[in-house]
């Protein structure tokens, strides 16, 4: 180590390369004075040589002269070595850049087939997971900081609106899924004469595992459901992350987000004019302090030459020039493809199980998502995630029907499930199970967080205003009935107890939360109890609902 300091050091290599010159011109110099001196040429000194005879003047001269010349030879040697050793340094750094990217290449076309894979896949139930594995691989494949999707929404006030959106690094990631619907009246109330009240975190929880803090949440706006959050972080041994608000941390989360009307304008422009639209800013106008330049780009989603979307990326502007760039874009054009294709593959299966009345999910996927929740809750011997039901049915349902038509029925049906989409947790499914009752599944559900979700949803129905086909106005209440999913029970048995309680709930005095308990009367029974039908009556009476 201490013998190559020297070569580092600029001023000694000079030193060295100069030396040979200095002492080849010492001794010419001597020699040439020496000699002149001897032979009476003019009045030189005698020089450091006085006294010496021409022979060894002219030697010393003819020294001086060859290490002059071989001093030049050999700088001329070592210019050509340094050269060499450069274009070598440069061929090497060219070769592994190379090596580099056909690395990255082939990661990228092996992103690509799985995004295929993603894609096409049937066993992937959660309308956003999907979503949120693609987001991830491009991050990873694109060096991106920040994936977002924005959703086609022609028929809106905005162009398109949010969809999902993925910030990573080493250490943190944030993911959001967006409710578009929800998304495009907040746009429009922050754009145009509507009062939009303040986006708020609720049902925000967060759990510190080992080295990691994990945190998941609902962002609303009074009662409407804007997004759902889900954090994650590598602890230091200096952070206490368990002590924060998760309230609070789910908000600061959303304001290091860029999803608000300027981004969906831009995202929009690329969908108009269906190319990828490139923009470099200083990292000090956006949410990514790196202290260097950002390149956004958008992509449009087009998928069976229809606009789905756009996707939007940011990474570092760094190296983004060149061939290189021109294979990146080609690659992320490339993965658009496929991403436009999952979201068409997420809206038309969301179509396939959705009622069209009430926009809630059908019976069928009710029955399948329970199986999923059991199997899940299931797992290491019944120690897995628990959930929670709730059933819920519209009080006197039919005589709405008799007294104000069909049609306002319908309305009713349709408000009353808005209401419960808006009031769900973060994760929570609603479904339409048959006529005027519905049903919601609670992921990760316990007692009391079934009750306090069913408690409130019964407020905001009866707090709500229901109008008929001709503007009038109809009172509307539900009576609700929670079953707790325990190790051991079937589907038809925890359907059986949500019944039970739903039946003392109605017959409670209706407009009321019962969570079931052995001692609840069974609704079979009960109507086993009832007199029996006179025969000769043409129809027999209907219990009101």
């Not at 894609?119 to 920040?146: G, K, M, N, Y």
């Not at 989409?421 to 009391?448: I, N």
């Not at 029996?532 to 009101?544: C, G, I």
Request: one cysteine or more; proline letters at 5%; aromatic letters at 4%.
């Amino acid at each position: 180590m201490a013998a190559s300091a020297p070569a580092s050091n600029p001023a000694l290599r000079t030193a060295e390369a100069l030396a040979p010159f200095a002492c080849g011109l010492l001794l010419l110099g001597c020699g040439l004075l020496s000699a002149a001196h001897t032979l009476k040429l003019g009045s030189l000194p005698a020089g450091p040589m006085a006294g010496s005879s021409l022979t060894v003047a002219l030697l010393v001269a003819g020294a001086g002269l060859g290490i002059l010349f071989a001093s030049i030879e050999l700088f001329a040697q070592r210019r050509e070595t340094e050269r060499a050793l450069a274009q070598a340094q440069r061929a090497a750094a060219e070769r592994d850049l190379a090596l580099l990217q056909a690395r990255r290449l082939r990661a990228q076309a092996e992103g690509l087939a799985l995004m295929r894979e993603i894609h096409r896949s049937t066993s992937i139930p959660e309308q956003f997971d999907r979503l949120h594995r693609i987001l991830t691989l491009v991050s990873d494949l694109f060096e991106a900081r920040e994936v977002a999707l924005f959703a086609a929404a022609p028929d809106g006030p905005m162009r398109v609106t949010p969809a999902a959106c993925l910030r990573s690094s080493s250490e943190e990631e944030i993911y959001v899924a967006f409710e578009p619907a929800a998304m495009e009246r907040i746009h429009e109330g922050s754009t145009g004469s509507g009062s939009v009240k303040v986006p708020k975190a609720r049902d925000a929880t967060l759990v510190c595992e080992g080295c990691k803090a994990f945190a998941e949440g609902s962002i609303v706006a009074g009662e409407m459901t804007l997004a759902r959050v889900a954090w994650q972080r590598t602890l230091g041994s200096h952070e206490s992350a368990g002590r924060q608000n998760p309230s609070e941390l789910i908000e600061s989360l959303m304001l290091r987000l860029d999803y608000g009307p300027p981004a969906c304008r831009h995202a929009a422009q690329a969908l108009e004019q269906r190319r990828t639209l490139h923009e470099r800013v200083p990292s000090s106008l956006t949410r990514h302090h790196h202290g260097d330049e950002t390149l956004m780009l958008c992509v449009p989603l087009i998928a069976d030459q229809r606009s789905v979307g756009v996707l939007r990326i940011r990474r570092s502007a760094e190296g983004f020039d060149g061939p290189i760039a021109e294979t990146f874009e080609e690659m992320l054009i490339e993965s658009a493809k496929h991403i436009a294709l999952a979201m068409k593959k997420d809206q038309d299966d969301r179509k396939a199980i959705t009622d069209q009345l009430t926009g809630l999910f059908i019976k069928r996927h009710f029955l399948s998502t329970m199986e999923d929740l059991r199997a899940q809750a299931a797992a290491g011997g019944g120690l897995g995630r628990p959930f929670a039901l709730v059933l819920l049915d519209i009080d006197h349902f039919k005589r709405v029907n008799d007294t104000h038509g069909h049609l306002s029925g319908d309305l009713v049906l349709k408000n009353v499930a808005g209401v419960l989409k808006k009031g769900l947790r973060s994760g929570d499914l609603a479904f339409r199970y048959g006529g005027e009752e519905m049903a919601v599944l609670m992921p990760g559900g316990t007692q009391e967080a079934a009750e306090q979700t069913a408690e409130r949803l019964r407020a905001a129905v009866e707090a709500s205003v229901f109008q008929g086909e001709k503007g009038q106005t109809i009172p509307v209440t539900v009576s609700l009935g929670i079953a707790l999913h325990r190790h051991g029970l079937t589907g038809e048995q925890l359907i059986s107890r949500a019944d039970r309680a739903l039946y003392a709930s109605k017959h409670g005095g209706r407009n009321r939360v019962t969570a079931w308990r052995p001692d609840l009367p069974d609704p079979l029974e009960a109507k086993k109890a009832l007199p029996p039908v006179d025969p000769t009556r043409k129809h027999a009476p209907v219990p009101q609902s």
